[in-house]
């Protein structure tokens, strides 16, 4: 992520939204999510937060992720697809034709055993909040993966709902739009919008808190 991607937001918007929560921020959070059947690990930064997230994904497992910018900065995505350790789906789906294997592209995404990825708020009431322009990472969050992996900054945490999808439509959607015309000459957009508020598999869910700006 580069600094030329905040140019178009206000500063206030910047600080409100990018600024890491303090600690008793992090600890009311972490016990509502707790309290909400999703199980919490707190990293002190990147490189611990990796190894806490491979540590909990066991070797051979059918792992997927979408396109995370957290994903990317953390090194996870690069690890999970070319250390040998697991079945990476995002290498296998590059290599099919999206228009005469697109059924099966979606069966395998829809189902993993491990999905990792990110949100765009948590909420001190214990809620995930997720955006996407596609809506394909969705279904495996939602039930599809057999255990879902969410690696988190604390910049991430709101004190609503209501403050939640102000952070995605005011400042993730503008970085994520700006990203996606500089990656691929598109426009992004928050075409749908997931929300967690409980989880009733038991450790189906981890969220990995991340004391250091991750992602948007």
Known sequence: MTTELYTGLDRSIRRRFGTLADDARVRRTLAALEANGISVLRAADVAEAKRIVLG?????????????????????????????????????????????????????????????????????????LTASFSGSQLGPYVSGAGRLILVVGTQKIVSDLEEGLRRINEYVFPLEDARAQAAYGVHSGVNKVLIINRELVSGRITVVFVDEVLGF
């Open 56 to 128: 909990l994904i066991p070797d051979g497992s059918q792992v997927h992720h979408g396109g995370s910018q957290s994903l990317e900065k953390s090194g996870l995505a690069e690890e999970i697809e070319k250390s040998g350790r697991y079945e990476p789906l995002r290498p296998r789906i590059r290599n099919m034709d999206r228009e005469t294997q697109a059924d099966e592209i979606r069966r395998l995404t829809s189902a993993p055993d491990v999905m990792l990825g990110s949100v765009h708020a948590v909420t001190e009431g214990g809620s995930l």
